[in-house]
């Protein structure tokens, strides 16, 4: 066990470097410069650019570049924003908790409710009312999730409906609704997954037998059969965690959350690449953490599963 | 069956309406339509719902109507004593970098200019074209303007007790200099300093290498005087930047990163003390929701509203009774340049031609919604640096016809674009993907170019991607504004021809006359005379069309009707004499 | 195809997709500043809307109506991209004007032709949404069939960066790239949507090829000599054709999504050009307008409709090749 998991750190190491290189190079190819977006400045301020760049080390080769990042990092040292100078650990510290919340809860709420959804409607497949539903899911699936935040946002935040929630940010109840919004494309696929894999579990052979024993339905559905179709319930939801993330950056920007999404288009935006780097690492970090515990949640699901077998 | 009421089914009603019941089908296609007409129809519904909120609005006007002070966004005086006490919330439509001026890159234009504004205070403040004493209890120039004595207020402190001296005002000079410093903006105004003396706590004494009337001017009325004790360090990242320590009316409290800033009132002011308790900036970037928050009477100071937003408040009864609009015409103004330094548009003819097609009434009825008021000036236009008899180009396509077919261009491959040998005539229009300005502007002029027969498109790249690419004189046309903070200003930077190469004349404009005029004014120190130039230089600009100038910003903004004593400015309000009734 | 059209979904899905790829398809036919055919001048004009003479640069099917000796309009009069700067209407309110006989679908605020973007915007989404898949599908059968044929250290280099792709929110990466890329051509923004999709595909069929390479056919084939070229060509990549059929007719729905997402951010489609995301955005900014519900409704419906049929063929694509089997 303590060998898997350390193999598996150690695994993380090049998918780190990977990311990271690869954002890096992103952001340094894009055309324009951190320190040229005022065009007041100019003239001698030419040269003050030029200092500017050549302190924070942007004039040297990109390969050097990367690495003074690297060893940085590895002292946990980010560096300073290249706008407004503060130092990107402050920047990052006090977005990710707001990210955390809103795709947290989301999460939660999703698969929360995913579980007895796709069970209702794995059993009752032939009801007209899980039929509606599973079409519903299917058409929730195909609306853009800004247009659900737009009509979510006229109509219960602000006078003209119900003014239940504020327009912006998280105070006072304001999360609910973006929350609302990333549960949504969650819940769908999620459903669908539990679903899916449970009437797989319930066509299994063990299933007939358990049956067959004359264990009630409800005891061969929730015990036997969901045990086995979780797990690839499980592996979705550690992969579905660093798009939960992704799909933030828009309902960060109409809900107006200044969290990692926000933080990290604006600093693309801005050619701010400590801070693009450091919300790059956040995340890299995230979602490798989030594979690891999915992994590692495998076995106690399934104890059949050895750790040792992918080692 | 309305869309309300499939909403109010999910929304109120726990045990829940059927949204949908089994049809029982009448053709074969069953099974399919079983599944998909329900998921069909509550989407539907519920964009209905959404354009039925909209279309209700109007409909459901009161009674009494705006009045007309309401509809022109005049300001009704209300008199009365001030009230101490009470908060101001404001809405901001941008978070400010840092709370400095100095910092280039901390300087926001407006948006540092307001939350600045309240905290730090110059040495002379700007009223009615006049500098008048503030931090400075006086000041006297030399004749040939070489030097200047300033004497300082005494008993000033600093926001932390700290009292202001000499000291301080070398110190932030010291800064301004330092030439590792983003600083650039008031070093390039104050470029002609030569060295500052503080014979005592009370006196700095500066002396000039050559005279310019815009360095006295940016020294006494513009440069903000921070704190020496606080301007030790990295200058990049002094705490400064961030909690701000100055002499102004308000001092600074907190400032909660992406949501809010605070600031409350100095009650150890020298002066006149503010009436408001606390001022509170509220950053709400998205319009849309800054509008909701606006309607829910969120702000009691509104600000940046959009002219569609503007016109669409006419009509809000809720709106009217509770707030008074402010309008007036901000010293900024949005203008289109063409690269001068390509031969395409360095005939004039060719630049007249493209401004005698901007079709500036459908602009104003379909973008600014004759909210702007057009420009033909690079300078203050309600100030006499401005010829009143230049008059904006008209709309007129023919004309424009005239002038390309006077200038060898003629379509002569019949494709219906203008060539002159061998080479179209097409302009690529380089836009910034966050103007939504732009976005709307465009695309009518590029209507009536097309019309003309001239090849035009838009080219979108990101905001650093366009400063790059403007810097880099790599565009045919770009669309930028300038902006000031007072009346006073010299366009040496942006117009004359020394400054193409690498300074702010961007379009590459160049005039001989127009240097010579730029030269003189620098040196003029009489306003009267130094106006009379600037008039020729607007006459100059103009024949040359050396940039088509639109429309001025105006300020669109909304206060709550008990909010008092609110003025507008060319330096936004003054908050110090604002106060809030019961 | 026969299974599909049997299947209650798929046919459905598939009339509704016909429907909307014909529009996409006659997009310019359907709505354009010039007629299908005029007369004007002595000279006849066969779809002029579609060939866009030089002759008739500059004109509309306003400005030939009072000119031409006779003309055949299109179903809608309107560009998508004609402003009223063309169209010369006057109206006592500022556009945005409510739907009404000359406008069906309204027109936003610059006098646009709400109907006339749609349809050209049909013909951007589509592509986007079908280009998208293609390069994914092509890049993940590739980089899918090398890892899982060759194994080895191939398979562990290949399966890190499937699992680096995979991961990380590619949100970002398309952030970066396409405020490097931006320019007004639909290229940058299909092929950075492709390479970010290409994952789930070379993931499967990894899995598929790793499956089938012990069944029979394989290893006959193996034995009789065949090259590894041949048997990933022939043998497995056709095998595992079904299941990434299903993937990517998911990913379609989800690429006009992305779409959507993108315009919102301002990295989609370059205004002016007309997609449903851009329609949609334009909308969000003019929110505030009461009473341009047209602006919201109709971009709205057009993408759930068609994400929906894409999906619902998904759906059916899966049954049937799960009934093959």
């Keep these: 066990m303590r060998r898997y998991v350390l193999r598996r750190l150690l695994l993380m190491i090049p998918t780190f470097l990977g990311i990271t290189l690869l954002t890096f190079v992103i952001a340094q190819l894009a055309p324009g410069d951190p320190f040229q977006l005022d065009l007041e400045v100019v003239g001698p301020g030419q040269a003050v650019i030029d200092l500017q760049r050549t302190s924070k080390g942007l004039d040297a080769p990109l390969p050097l570049q990367f690495g003074r990042w690297l060893s940085r990092v590895v002292r946990f040292d980010f560096g300073r924003s290249f706008i407004d100078q503060r130092p990107v650990t402050e920047k990052l510290g006090e977005a990710a908790p707001r990210t955390a919340l809103v795709a947290g809860l989301a999460l939660v709420l999703g698969f929360g409710l995913a579980v007895p959804l796709g069970v209702l409607l794995a059993t009752r497949a032939r009801r007209w009312w899980a039929r509606v539903l599973s079409v519903l899911l299917?058409?929730?699936?195909?609306?853009?999730?800004?247009?659900?935040?737009?009509?979510?946002?006229?109509?219960?935040?602000?006078?003209?409906?119900?003014?239940?929630?504020?327009?912006?940010?998280?105070?006072?109840?304001?999360?609910?609704?973006?929350?609302?919004?990333?549960?949504?494309?969650?819940?769908?696929?999620?459903?669908?997954?539990?679903?899916?894999?449970?009437?797989?579990?319930?066509?299994?052979?063990?299933?007939?037998?358990?049956?067959?024993?004359?264990?009630?339905?409800?005891?061969?559905?929730?015990?036997?059969?969901?045990?086995?179709s979780l797990l690839p319930v499980v592996t979705m939801l550690g992969l579905h965690l660093p798009h939960l993330v992704g799909?933030?950056?828009?309902?960060?920007?109409?809900?107006?959350?200044?969290?990692?999404?926000?933080?990290?288009?604006?600093?693309?935006?801005?050619?701010?690449?400590?801070?693009?780097?450091?919300?790059?690492?956040?995340?890299?970090?995230?979602?490798?953490?989030?594979?690891?515990?999915?992994?590692?949640?495998?076995?106690?699901?399934?104890?059949?599963?050895?750790?040792?077998?992918?080692? | 069956m309305s869309g309300a009421g499939y909403l109010s089914a999910g929304a109120h009603v726990p045990e829940g309406l059927p949204i949908w019941r089994p049809v029982k089908p009448k053709w074969p296609t069953r099974a399919f339509r079983a599944n998909v007409r329900p998921n069909v129809r509550p989407l539907f519904l519920l964009v209905l719902v959404a354009a039925s909120s909209c279309t209700c609005r109007p409909g459901t006007a009161v009674d009494a109507g705006p009045s007309a002070d309401w509809r022109a966004g005049r300001v009704v005086e209300v008199g009365g004593a001030p009230k101490e006490g009470g908060?101001?919330?404001?809405?901001?439509?941008?978070?400010?970098?840092?709370?400095?001026?100095?910092?280039?890159?901390?300087n926001e234009g407006t948006m540092t200019r307001i939350t600045v504004g309240p905290i730090y205070e110059t040495l002379a403040r700007v009223r009615d074209g006049q500098l008048q004493p503030l931090l400075a209890r006086s000041w006297s120039e030399s004749d040939d303007h070489l030097s200047l004595s300033i004497t300082l207020r005494s008993g000033v402190t600093f926001h932390d007790g700290q009292p202001l001296g000499s000291a301080d005002v070398k110190a932030t000079l010291d800064a301004v200099f330092e030439p590792k410093n983003a600083t650039t903006a008031f070093r390039g105004n104050l470029e002609t300093l030569e060295r500052v003396e503080t014979p005592d706590a009370q006196t700095v004494i500066i002396h000039w290498k050559r005279p310019y009337f815009l360095a006295t001017w940016t020294l006494l009325g513009a440069l903000p005087v921070l704190p020496a004790h606080g301007l030790v360090g990295d200058f990049d990242t002094l705490p400064l930047h961030r909690a701000p320590v100055g002499t102004g009316p308000f001092r600074f409290v907190k400032w909660e990163a992406g949501s809010s800033l605070t600031y409350a009132r100095n009650d150890a002011?020298?002066?006149?003390?503010?009436?408001?308790?606390?001022?509170?900036?509220?950053?709400?970037?998205?319009?849309?929701?800054?509008?909701?928050?606006?309607?829910?009477?969120?702000?009691?100071?509104?600000?940046?509203?959009?002219?569609?937003?503007?016109?669409?408040?006419?009509?809000?009864?809720?709106?009217?009774?509770?707030?008074?609009?402010?309008?007036?015409?901000?010293?900024?103004?949005?203008?289109?340049?063409?690269?001068q330094r390509k031969p395409l548009f360095a005939d004039v003819r060719v630049r007249k031609a493209l401004g005698l097609l901007f079709p500036m009434e459908l602009v104003a009825r379909a973008v600014d919604l004759g909210l702007e008021p057009r420009t033909t000036c690079p300078y203050f236009p309600d100030s006499k640096s401005c010829d009143p008899e230049v008059k904006p180009l008209p709309f007129d396509p023919p004309a424009a016809k005239k002038l390309l077919a006077d200038a060898g261009w003629a379509d002569r491959d019949a494709d219906g674009v203008l060539d002159r040998e061998g080479v179209k005539l097409s302009v690529a229009f380089l836009a910034s993907a966050q103007s939504p300005k732009m976005a709307k502007l465009l695309p009518l002029y590029l209507d009536t170019l097309k019309q003309a027969g001239i090849d035009a498109r838009i080219e979108t790249v990101d905001v650093s991607g366009y400063m790059s690419r403007v810097r880099a004189h790599d565009f045919d046309a770009i669309a930028l504004s300038w902006s000031t903070a007072d009346a006073v200003q010299d366009n040496f930077q942006i117009l004359h021809s020394s400054q193409a190469a690498e300074g702010a004349n961007y379009v590459g404009y160049s005039n001989p006359q127009v240097d010579t005029l730029l030269t003189a004014i620098r040196a003029e120190f009489d306003l009267e005379k130094r106006n009379a130039l600037e008039r020729q230089v607007h006459r100059l600009v103009y024949d040359d069309q050396a940039y088509l100038f639109m429309g001025r910003r105006p300020t669109l903004d909304a206060f709550k009707r008990k909010v008092r004593g609110l003025k507008p400015s060319l330096g936004w309000y003054d908050l110090s004499a604002v106060w809030i009734a019961d | 195809m026969k299974r599909l059209w049997r299947d209650r979904g798929g046919k459905w899905a598939l009339l509704a997709l016909l429907?909307?790829?014909?529009?996409?398809?006659?997009?310019?036919?359907?709505?354009?500043?010039?007629?299908?055919?005029?007369?004007?001048?002595?000279?006849?004009?066969?779809?002029?809307?579609?060939?866009?003479?030089?002759?008739?640069?500059?004109?509309?099917?306003?400005?030939?109506?009072?000119?031409?000796?006779?003309?055949?309009?299109?179903?809608?009069?309107?560009?998508?991209?004609?402003?009223?700067?063309?169209?010369?209407?006057?109206?006592?309110?500022?556009?945005?004007?409510?739907?009404?006989?000359?406008?069906?679908?309204?027109?936003?605020?610059?006098?646009?032709?709400?109907?006339?973007?749609?349809?050209?915007?049909?013909?951007?989404?589509?592509?986007?949404?079908?280009?998208?898949?293609?390069?994914?599908?092509?890049?993940?059968?590739?980089?899918?069939?090398?890892?899982?044929?060759?194994?080895?250290?191939?398979?562990?280099?290949?399966?890190?960066?499937?699992?680096v792709m995979q991961t990380f929110p590619l949100v970002f990466f398309l952030i970066a790239l396409l405020s490097v890329l931006r320019t007004q051509s639909l290229w940058p923004l299909v092929i950075a949507l492709g390479l970010t999709r290409w994952t789930e595909v070379a993931r499967l069929v990894r899995a598929e090829v790793l499956s089938l390479e012990s069944r029979e056919f394989v290893l006959a084939a193996r034995a009789l000599g065949a090259s590894p070229a041949r048997i990933i060509a022939r043998h497995l990549i056709p095998n595992a054709l079904g299941p990434v059929l299903v993937v990517a007719?998911?990913?379609?729905?989800?690429?006009?999504?992305?779409?959507?997402?993108?315009?919102?951010?301002?990295?989609?489609?370059?205004?002016?050009?007309?997609?449903?995301?851009?329609?949609?955005?334009?909308?969000?900014?003019?929110?505030?307008?009461?009473?341009?519900?047209?602006?919201?409704?109709?971009?709205?419906?057009?993408?759930?409709?068609?994400?929906?049929?894409?999906?619902?063929?998904?759906?059916?694509?899966?049954?049937?090749?799960?009934s093959a089997r």
């Design chain 3, 19 to 163: 429907f909307m790829s014909l529009t996409a398809l006659f997009a310019d036919v359907l709505a354009s500043d010039l007629p299908l055919a005029v007369r004007v001048d002595g000279t006849t004009w066969w779809l002029p809307c579609v060939t866009k003479p030089a002759a008739l640069r500059g004109q509309s099917q306003l400005s030939l109506a009072s000119s031409a000796e006779w003309m055949w309009r299109t179903p809608i009069h309107f560009g998508p991209l004609q402003t009223l700067a063309v169209t010369g209407e006057d109206r006592p309110t500022p556009p945005p004007w409510a739907p009404d006989e000359t406008h069906w679908l309204g027109t936003d605020e610059l006098g646009r032709d709400v109907a006339a973007r749609l349809v050209h915007g049909a013909r951007v989404s589509l592509l986007v949404g079908l280009l998208t898949m293609i390069i994914a599908v092509g890049v993940g059968l590739l980089i899918g069939g090398i890892a899982g044929y060759a194994g080895g250290l191939t398979d562990v280099v290949l399966s890190r960066v499937l699992e």
């Design chain 1, 247 to 311: 799909g933030s950056v828009v309902i960060e920007r109409i809900f107006g959350i200044p969290g990692m999404g926000l933080l990290a288009f604006d600093a693309i935006g801005t050619r701010d690449y400590p801070t693009v780097m450091g919300v790059a690492t956040v995340m890299a970090l995230v979602t490798m953490l989030s594979m690891l515990l999915v992994d590692l949640a495998y076995g106690f699901i399934d104890p059949r599963i050895r750790l040792e077998r992918s080692a």
């Design chain 3, 249 to 322: 007719t998911f990913g379609v729905g989800s690429a006009i999504l992305l779409e959507t997402a993108l315009s919102f951010l301002g990295i989609g489609v370059a205004p002016p050009t007309a997609s449903w995301g851009e329609l949609l955005t334009e909308a969000h900014r003019t929110l505030h307008h009461p009473g341009a519900w047209w602006l919201a409704v109709f971009p709205g419906l057009a993408i759930a409709l068609t994400v929906l049929s894409v999906n619902a063929l998904g759906e059916a694509v899966r049954r049937s090749s799960n």
């Design chain 2, 269 to 339: 002011y020298w002066g006149q003390t503010a009436h408001l308790a606390q001022v509170i900036f509220r950053f709400v970037k998205d319009d849309t929701a800054a509008i909701a928050a606006w309607e829910r009477g969120e702000f009691d100071l509104m600000t940046r509203i959009s002219p569609a937003a503007w016109r669409a408040s006419e009509s809000n009864p809720k709106l009217w009774a509770g707030y008074q609009r402010v309008f007036f015409a901000e010293n900024t103004w949005v203008w289109l340049g063409f690269n």
């Design chain 2, 87 to 106: 908060a101001l919330t404001v809405r901001l439509p941008l978070e400010p970098v840092g709370l400095t001026r100095l910092h280039d890159r901390f």
């Design chain 1, 138 to 228: 299917v058409a929730a699936w195909s609306v853009p999730t800004f247009w659900i935040a737009v009509i979510l946002l006229m109509l219960f935040a602000g006078p003209r409906y119900f003014d239940w929630f504020p327009v912006q940010g998280l105070a006072e109840g304001g999360f609910v609704l973006p929350v609302i919004c990333l549960t949504w494309p969650t819940l769908v696929v999620a459903t669908r997954q539990v679903r899916s894999a449970l009437e797989d579990a319930l066509a299994q052979d063990y299933v007939k037998a358990a049956r067959a024993r004359g264990i009630p339905e409800r005891r061969v559905v929730w015990r036997h059969a969901l045990r086995n």
